[in-house]
Nanobody, 124 residues
Framework: QVQLVESGGGLVQAGGSLRLSCAASGRTFSRYAMGWFRQAPGKEREFVATINWSGGSTYYADSVKGRFTSSRDNAKYTMYLQMNSLKPEDTAVYYC?????????????????WGQGTQVTVSS
């Protein structure tokens, strides 16, 4: 089992940047694929990015491709989401999640463990 804690959210102006972190407990972190999801008020939780166990493969939602970058440091049991050129429509609670095996995709059911989320607000 793994516990996840997100941090790094906050208020930023449009065009600005933020870096989210997801700290995991336990030495099994490197066994899990990891993902980022977000949920805006009144909307369903949606996929943002996924990264495989080694960090060598990533995949992004079209809405964030070219602006967001996911990475991980297995030695620090931490995953990151660098968010650049932020837009008001990026405003949401951002969640990290751990998936089964070395790769997980874009669907919520592919992830077993979830953090509590961190709020990102982008002002226009």
């Amino acid at each position: 089992q793994v516990q996840l804690v997100e941090s790094g959210g906050g208020l930023v102006q449009a065009g600005g940047s933020l870096r989210l972190s997801c700290a995991a407990s336990g030495r099994t972190f490197s066994r899990y694929a990891m993902g980022w999801f977000r949920q805006a008020p009144g909307k369903e939780r949606e996929f943002v990015a996924t990264i495989n166990w080694s960090g060598g493969s990533t995949y992004y939602a079209d809405s964030v491709k070219g602006r967001f970058t996911s990475s991980r440091d297995n030695a620090k049991y931490t995953m990151y989401l660098q968010m650049n050129s932020l837009k008001p429509e990026d405003t949401a609670v951002y969640y990290c999640a751990a998936g089964r095996g070395s790769w997980a995709g874009t669907q919520i059911y592919e992830y077993d463990y979830w953090g509590q989320g961190t709020q990102v607000t982008v002002s226009s």
